[in-house]
């Protein structure tokens, strides 16, 4: 084949996005094989937007169809892995958006399916991971430039959104809908480069807020202390109310230090000789120098970086690379599998604040989803009474 | 009295420092009245630097000698409380060096004997609420400037340490010579700005590490989330092994915002209006609009305060305020009985960390003792061993 035909399951904001670039032709390897929404009231906006593009009112339909080569998943999060899985039983290719999903229990089904499906493409919309920015940051510490890592911090609290974004759909931020807040709509992005970037924490401590700033049931705010397991521990925080949000990763090794700012900016500092090597050889006339401001510059070396804001391109860029995946075995940017790692954490973050303690990965599975449950049903009683 | 005459207790390196400013005439209403110190070899220092001042072994000898009108502590955090009372006892004024004791019992006793004196003053030297750029971030925050605090955040890893200061006395770093580390030893003096600053939490939650990147048997690695009890909350990392250290401290509340960066700069933003009032009257093309960066300048003024570093003298000016309140009533820069705060943040954050669990303030003073005396019985017995 040519071009991948691919079907857009869920002609919401993110498909119809997918679409119009696949329309106008921003994706040179990609057409649209087919649409699909269980919303009768779709059909009429796709058939007025894309005309000659075939519209399915069931997905599994679609799949069966032979009009499709792969999809991508713009449904709800709890949708994701049931989805893939049945289109990769259909030997239909699948991008699954992000979050994998809302629970590692389901997330682990679909990857052991598409484990036996290996000749199938199987990949996840982490469109931060096209980020260039983060690419260079991710080298740095894969080839140790600033030594093992210490301590891990990222303030991302720039994921503002105002009490209409929430009141615009009924499912959005709710424990049935979407299965969180923060955690799984906004964060994921920067919950997967941590983890991409700087390996999977062994433990996790959050207190969240839920409905803090905005009225709904889900959290709003998160602050995490992630512990490596070897001594390095880190920080996440996130949250939607802050319209002054900030974005700033710090990485530190002992061998250097990497600060992130509004994901733009990159300042290395790479240390002449490592820390433990300072440390153990400074004479106290050498340290009251040094702590003095005497001299400090020469102890290390500092690279700045700025990279332009990528935002639209990245989007186009999965979506392009997952297509060269099936055409000719072009290496994905980010396997489907990887989608786990996210999730783990985020479950893992909500599981601590529920439970208040704690929590080591990889997390009882079967607990979190018992958890989870009782919120969901909690939900539905009071949406139910009022 | 045209000055008072002070009473050095310890002539190590912060004693001696006090001393020959004294001498050296820059505290203006401060002579040195006495020097004790329960090392002999010190008497000789003593003698040949200030050859007129009476030299004591013993400090309750000092204290009855009629020679001093006021005392400073310059001796292990454990001391501190004991000799304020017993110089309070015989009327003497007190100022304590930081922090006001190792754990808040021993604390709460002085502040409540200092209560019984209300004709004697009694500080503790938190040279940092001297710093102009603190007093400004505390004067915006009690006007309310940026509104209710909703998240502190204070990175204050700049307190690099190499083994070589720790080697440099047998008693520092542990728990039965000082207590604790990082957070005994450097860290109160940005445990007690933020809380005089942001006020005190209601409960914190610490994973500290215990030598881990130095051969010490305390902290050299600390990281806090604090909550305040009303949905706003904090984080507060420290430690002695980074010598690129961070300090940055972000507030950010209801109308506004404060990033302080390395004690010197301190950018503000407040907003025109409320957080909240935007979140609930903006449409969703303004948000549209301001996510997509089109115009967010014009939501909040900006503005940037650049402050000298201004070490040396705070000292200088925290021991003249002692002296003026005595002379003259001058109100204090900081009580005696503020100290408490900040050494109860300090338990409860090692409280934390040993029971691995959130802990409420006010702290179980009963079960931090126990727990410390635990470290300090096994620390002699390792000594013993070894």
Redesign the interface.
């Known amino acids: 084949m040519a071009k991948v035909r691919l079907g857009i399951i869920g002609l919401g904001q993110q498909g119809g996005a997918y679409g119009n670039m696949i329309k106008e032709g921003r994706i040179s390897n990609i057409e649209i094989g087919a649409i699909c929404d269980i919303d009768p009231e779709k059909k009429k906006w796709a058939d007025q937007e894309f005309p000659d593009v075939p519209f399915y009112q069931d997905y599994i339909d679609m799949l069966a169809s032979g009009d499709v080569d792969a999809i991508v998943t713009c449904v709800p999060h709890y949708l994701h892995p049931e989805m893939g899985i049945e289109a990769l039983d259909r030997d239909v290719h699948a991008l699954l958006e992000k979050p994998a999903g809302v629970y590692t229990k389901q997330v682990k089904e679909i990857n052991e399916f598409a484990n036996n499906k290996p000749d199938l493409t199987y990949a996840i919309m982490f469109n931060q991971r096209t980020n260039l920015l983060y690419q260079k940051v991710k080298e740095i510490i894969d080839h140790q430039e600033i030594g093992n890592i ?2 891990t ?1 990222w ?1 991302i ?1 720039s994921w ?1 959104r ?4 929430y009141d ?1 759909g009924s499912w959005r931020a709710t424990w049935d809908g979407e299965g969180g807040g923060v955690l799984v709509n906004q964060a994921p992005h920067q919950i997967d480069l941590l983890q991409w970037i700087c390996g999977m924490p062994k433990k996790v ?1 959050t ?1 969240a ?1 839920y409905g ?3 009225n709904i049931p889900v959290e709003d ?1 998160v ?1 995490t ?1 992630l ?1 490596y397991g070897n ?1 390095a ?1 880190g ?1 996440f ?1 996130t ?1 939607t ?4 949000g ?1 974005d700033r990763l ?1 990485i ?1 090794g002992d061998k ?2 990497i ?1 992130v700012d509004d994901s733009k900016k990159v300042t290395i ?1 790479r ?1 002449n000789k490592p ?2 090597e ?3 050889t ?3 006339q050498e ?1 009251s120098k ?2 003095k401001g005497e001299g400090s510059g020469a ?2 070396q500092e690279e700045v970086l700025e990279f332009d804001s990528v935002w639209g391109g990245q989007h186009r860029a999965v979506l392009e690379n997952f297509a060269a995946n099936i055409l000719d075995g072009t290496p994905l940017i980010a396997s489907g599998s990887d989608g786990i790692n996210g999730v783990e954490l985020a479950n893992a973050m909500h599981l601590s604040s529920w439970l ?3 929590i080591s990965l990889p997390i009882d599975e079967n607990l979190y989803v018992e958890e989870l449950n009782k919120r969901r049903e909690q939900e539905i009683r009071q949406n139910i009474q009022t």
């Open positions: 210490r301590r911090n303030i609290t503002w105002p009490q209409g974004y615009a401590y207190k807020q803090y700033q905005r705010d602050t202390i512990d001594g521990t920080v925080i949250c109310h802050d319209v002054l900030t710090e530190y250097g230090k600060v500092k240390l820390e433990k300072m440390s153990d400074m004479s106290m340290v040094l702590l102890i290390y208040n303690k704690e």
